[in-house]
């Protein structure tokens, strides 16, 4: 089983701020990788796939990169909007999520 | 629009059974892969099961592998899932979500659409 890792498990940054939240694969899932973002008491919301597809809706300030093993999901300009827990997901084989990053906005 | 929709959450005993089902629209149901996620409280997404577009081929995570069973009837646009053998631990919100055109091999598309999910509950 493929197993993803993200850091860090939670953060807490200012409006305006540029976050960095990472995701490691116990084996290489080239860019099979997408990221979520998951609001209390709605339907998880998908951000990134393909490890740097922007999905369509979503604000630019979302950017994604890497293949392999190592990922990267990066925010841009925080907004008050943007506090969430964000998920990585491995669509290489089966399905696998991470274990979550809270994002706090101050 | 697309869109997916849970029903059939409630309370369960532990060893009781209960289903899932979910209802799609706004798609070409038997074209997309889909999948079952699920969130304990307080915990991350769990993916739980998926099932091909044709519904030959089903996929576990291994915490329900012989207790639950995924299931399609692509004439009805609805997706099932069959909870057996349920316990404490099964206890979690379960989301229906829309997967790929292909399988669970190798996929660039992601779950890009999800249910508002249902609530099980396992407790005596």
């Known amino acids: 089983d493929i197993q993803m890792t993200q850091s860090p498990s939670s953060l807490s940054a200012s409006v305006g701020d540029r976050v960095t939240i990472t995701c490691r694969a116990s084996q290489s899932i080239n860019i099979y990788l997408n990221w979520y973002q998951h609001k209390a008491g709605k339907a998880p919301k998908v951000l990134i796939y393909?490890?740097?597809k922007l999905q369509s809706g979503v604000p630019s300030r979302f950017s994604g990169s890497g293949s392999g093993t190592d990922f990267t999901l990066t925010i841009n300009s925080l907004q008050p909007e943007d506090s969430a827990i964000y998920y990585c997901?491995?669509?290489?084989?089966?399905?696998?999520f991470g274990q979550g990053t809270k994002v706090e906005v101050k | 629009e697309v869109q997916v929709l849970e029903s059939g959450g409630g309370l369960a005993q532990p060893g009781g059974s209960l289903r899932l089902s979910c209802a799609a629209s706004?798609?070409?149901?038997?074209?997309?892969?889909m999948s079952w996620v699920r969130q304990a409280g307080g915990k991350g997404l769990e993916w739980v099961s998926g099932?091909?577009?044709?519904?030959?081929?089903?996929y576990y995570a291994d915490s329900v592998k012989g207790r639950f069973t995924i299931s399609r009837d692509n004439s009805k646009n609805t997706l099932y899932l069959q909870m057996n053998s349920l316990r404490v631990e099964d206890t979690a919100v379960y989301y229906c979500?829309?997967?790929?055109?292909?399988?669970?091999?190798?996929?660039?598309?992601?779950?890009?659409?999800w249910g508002p999910g249902a609530l099980v509950t396992v407790s005596s």
């Open positions: 979500a829309k997967d790929n055109e292909g399988g669970f091999y190798g996929s660039g598309s992601p779950l890009d659409t």
């Open positions: 997901q491995q669509s290489y084989n089966m399905r696998t």
């Open positions: 706004g798609f070409t149901f038997s074209n997309y892969a």
């Open positions: 099932v091909t577009g044709s519904g030959r081929s089903t």
């Open positions: 393909a490890a740097s």
